[in-house]
């Protein structure tokens, strides 16, 4: 009997699955690897790109365990984000209320090249914009609409000082858009890379100049850095330059370009009057910490740069099959330029590059910007036998991880020599990789986060829609180990890491009410009250453990429009209070200790109507709760409010 | 005498502490709360060991029906005890200058350390009393009416020294800089007593050979 028992577990553990690769947690010490035991904490966060989630994820390294959503694009019934009529102007755009974005590149930023933890920013790929998250409240505080551009995706990618946060467009579009033939595209399309200037102590973004480019689809983009700093290279894909049936004929060139900008002497011409003012309607809205409060302001104007204007500021690096990624090393000399129809990797180096710039090696032009030699900037290639490479990111001991979305795989491999070092599989068809600061010149080359764009048969099944996986592999070793697969929430585009110690301490735990500027707020339960305005009812109401103040309001109308504005007298951490109100069309709010927030509810039926709190926030939470009387619209009951008569 | 007075005026000077220093400090822990909630106790007035604990301490005795954490304006001691420990601080320096003139002599110096040893004594006393009011005089509408196994009312008294479990909480009450000062103080008053004590009986037999 005991022979047989040890025959089903030995045969047991291979069940399922037949690659050699992967023994299960069981077979090493995977499972020591990742486990953080209660009350211990994460080493790394990493904050996940929630692709159509239009949302950011915090996620803990190795844990992989979900700390938080921080609503970005789109709207958050968790918080009232987006619904509430201070968040509301967050998500206006030069369209109106756009509450929904698809989030792709998140960007930690830096000081000289190194993770500094003040903000985080990512793009909307969809509706153009990019936002500024601040990672002491984790709260977006700031979003730029992008005009002239379409497919904000070589995005939101910061200069090594943060000086820059760019904005390349995916999609050539008219520019200005205009009533035209699709089919006239080609030679009429531009391609707007934006630089984004981001100003020094409070992150605010102003767009200092759009260089409109050649109508090729800017894909990817990365700053130089050390030596290149300066410098930002763009990959383009579709330098055919086709509109129709993109898959075939924007394919079809051997090679497209990844472009070199150098932004220091575009900015130079620009602080020199050089540039063109484009009449533009794009939005900036700024959430205010201490007001509580968003505001949006339609900006009207646009500086454009035509490159042949700045002679030597931009030149075309030919890159093999369509390149995807292009990622630029932590010592800032190689550019890796990822063909994602081939085997192969490209890299360019930065110091062949100046060479054959000062030399001026070119080997033709397109649209007067010079091409120069592919065999003069190159650096190496690496061969690597995968298929579809797409995105490469660093270790600090001068490897590099690129994954192959056609063959599910990462490809260790040394930057210098080009050899390939180690290759393990993901489960299944991953993007994008992250290494915390593996996007600066300090990367902390502990762990490699994969993420996946198919799941199948990694978790139980959830019917055909499944949330999407990302992979943990320990890297410290010469060999990766898979050593973790977690789900994630939207797509998980792309992350950015850094070491938790760099973010914990500065983590705010409450706002301080005696800061609260909110126009609205009550400072002091005694303040509480409701004012009459025409038909808009202003409810000041204060909340703590466990009750509202006032609880009962009478004289209410139908066809009111009723604003409760709600501050949260609580200044101990983590105690938020909720409020929500019987057939609210919006959603209910969600208000952080010393916080105000407005929700607006329109009372359609006469009758008492209760409101509550949403967050269990004590022993008495379920009598934290009031009453509004709903009268006709032509009622004469005076307005009247109480708490505890 | 010279070294007996020094020490005085050194040792009630000492006791000025009291009005940097806290005295004591009650420090309430509990799982949900891994940094403590806590007060700190100066004989002037009470502030929460971070800035919003008083109000957070507040919030959380409500439920069981105690009342706020007096601001100074509540309690006469936070008037008084400035006003008595500077008393004591200005007779002690006093005694200390006039026993270094050699005006008085060292039974003035015992008979402070007496007078304060008392007037301590005392406070204890006092502040047990405020302690035992604040943690059993509970509001009788109060939400949570907790009992004893034998009937009796639950009291939420802090201890006046040492730990006491109290509910979910660990309550910590234990003197703090401002109570070692004091402490350290009228031991050097003691010393100083003792030096000029010595110092008479040296002095005696000098004369008497």
Do not use: E, Q, V, W
């Given at each position: 009997m005991a022979l047989i028992g040890v025959a089903m577990i030995i045969s047991s553990c291979g069940n399922g699955s037949n690659k050699s690769s992967s023994n299960g947690a069981l077979g090493s010490s995977a499972a020591e690897k990742v486990y953080v035991a209660p009350g211990q904490q994460d080493e790394f966060y990493a904050f996940l790109s929630g692709g159509y989630s239009g949302n950011l994820t915090v996620y803990g390294l190795p844990s992989g365990r979900m700390f938080k959503e921080i609503p970005v694009f789109s709207q958050f019934p968790t918080s009232g984000y987006g619904y509430s009529e201070e968040t509301?102007?967050?998500?206006?755009t030069s369209f109106g209320f756009v509450p929904w974005d698809d989030a792709h590149h998140p960007d930690i930023s830096q000081t000289n090249g190194e993770l500094d933890g003040r903000w985080i920013f990512i793009n909307g790929n969809n509706t153009p914009r990019v936002a500024r998250i601040n990672l002491s409240t984790f709260e977006t505080e700031e979003i730029i609409e992008v005009p002239n551009s379409a497919g904000n995706h070589s995005s939101s990618f910061i200069t090594e000082n943060t000086e820059y946060v760019v904005a390349g467009t995916r999609f050539s579009v008219p520019v200005p858009q205009k009533d035209m033939p699709i089919n006239e595209y080609k030679g009429n399309f531009k391609g707007a890379l934006t630089f984004i200037s981001v100003e020094p102590e409070h992150g605010n973004m102003d767009i200092k100049f759009q260089l409109l480019m050649p109508g090729f689809n800017y894909d990817l983009s990365h700053p130089g850095r050390g030596?290149?700093?300066?410098w930002f290279f763009f990959t383009t894909y579709n330098t055919e330059e086709a509109n129709s049936l993109m898959e075939v004929n924007s394919s079809q060139n051997d090679k497209d370009f990844i472009a070199a900008v150098n932004w220091k002497k575009i900015e130079e011409y620009v602080n020199n009057g050089g540039g063109t003012k484009m009449p533009a309607d794009y939005a900036h809205n700024v959430y205010d910490e201490g007001t509580h409060m968003g505001t949006s302001t339609m900006k009207k104007e646009v500086l454009t740069v035509d490159p042949l204007k700045v002679p030597g500021a931009v030149f075309f690096l030919p890159t093999p099959k369509s390149p995807h990624g292009c990622d630029v090393d932590p010592t800032g000399q190689y550019i890796i330029g990822n063909g994602k129809l081939s085997a192969d990797l490209t890299v360019h180096s930065f110091d062949k590059m100046i060479a054959a710039i000062e030399d001026e090696k070119f080997d033709g032009e397109a649209y007067g910007i010079p091409i120069l030699k592919f065999e003069d900037v190159l650096a190496g290639t690496v061969k690597s036998g995968g298929l579809g490479p797409l995105h490469t990111e660093f270790d600090e001991k001068g490897n590099a991880y690129t994954t192959f979305f056609i063959s599910s795989e990462v490809v260790k491999w040394k930057l210098g020599t080009w050899e390939v070092v180690d290759r393990k599989p993901t489960f299944y068809s991953v993007g994008h990789l992250m290494i915390p600061?593996?996007?600066?010149?300090?990367?902390?080359?502990k762990y490699v986060v994969a993420m996946n764009k198919i799941t199948k048969?990694?978790?139980?099944?959830?019917?055909?829609e499944m949330e999407h996986s990302a992979q943990i592999y320990d890297i410290s070793g010469e060999k990766m180990e898979l050593i973790y697969d977690f789900p994630t929430h939207g797509e998980p585009h792309y992350a950015a890491g850094c070491p938790a110690e760099l973010l914990a301490p500065k983590s705010k735990k409450i706002y301080r009410l005696d800061d609260n500027k909110h126009p609205y707020a009550v400072s002091n339960p005694s303040e509480a009250r409701v004012e009459r305005n025409g038909n808009e009812v202003h409810i000041y109401m204060s909340t703590i453990r466990s009750h509202f103040t006032p609880d009962n309001i009478e004289g209410v109308k139908v066809g009111d429009k009723v604003y409760f504005h709600i501050t949260n007298h609580e200044q101990d951490f983590d105690v938020p209070h909720g409020f929500s109100i019987i057939g609210q069309n919006t959603s209910e709010l969600l208000v952080m200790p010393g916080q105000t927030k407005t929700s607006i509810w329109e009372p359609k039926k006469v009758g008492v109507w209760p409101f509550y709190c949403?967050?269990?926030?004590?022993?008495?939470h379920q009598e934290m709760q009031g009453y509004v009387r709903v009268s006709p619209a032509n009622s004469d009951i005076e307005l009247s409010w109480s708490l505890g008569e | 005498m010279k070294k007996a007075s020094l020490a005085m005026i050194v040792g009630s000077a000492l006791l000025m502490g009291l009005f940097v220093f806290p005295l004591w400090n009650i420090e309430l822990g509990a799982p949900q709360y891994p940094e403590p909630l806590g007060i700190n106790i100066y004989i002037n007035g009470l502030q929460g060991q971070s800035e919003f604990d008083i109000q957070n301490i507040d919030g959380l005795n409500h439920y069981i029906g105690m009342k706020t954490l007096p601001k100074p304006e509540d309690m006469w001691e936070f008037s008084v005890f400035p006003l008595v420990i500077g008393g004591m601080v200005g007779f002690g320096v006093l005694f200390g200058a006039l026993g270094y003139f050699d005006k008085i002599s060292y039974h003035w110096f015992f008979g402070w350390f007496i007078l304060m040893t008392i007037l301590g004594v005392l406070g204890m006393y006092d502040f047990n009393a405020w302690l035992l009011d604040y943690g059993?005089?509970?509001?009788?509408?109060?939400?949570m009416k907790l009992v004893n196994p034998d009937g009796t009312p639950m009291s939420y008294k802090p201890p006046l020294l040492g730990h006491q479990k109290m509910l979910n909480f660990d309550a910590y009450s234990y003197p703090r800089l401002g109570a070692y000062f004091m402490f350290l103080g009228m031991c050097l008053t003691l010393i100083a007593g003792y030096l000029g004590w010595k110092y008479k009986k040296a002095s005696n037999l000098n004369y008497s050979t």
């Open positions: 509301k102007p967050m998500l206006n030596d290149s700093h300066g600061g593996g996007n600066s010149r300090k990367p902390f080359g048969d990694r978790y139980l099944p959830t019917g055909p949403t967050d269990f926030c004590s022993a008495l | 059993t005089n509970l509001d009788p509408k109060a939400i």
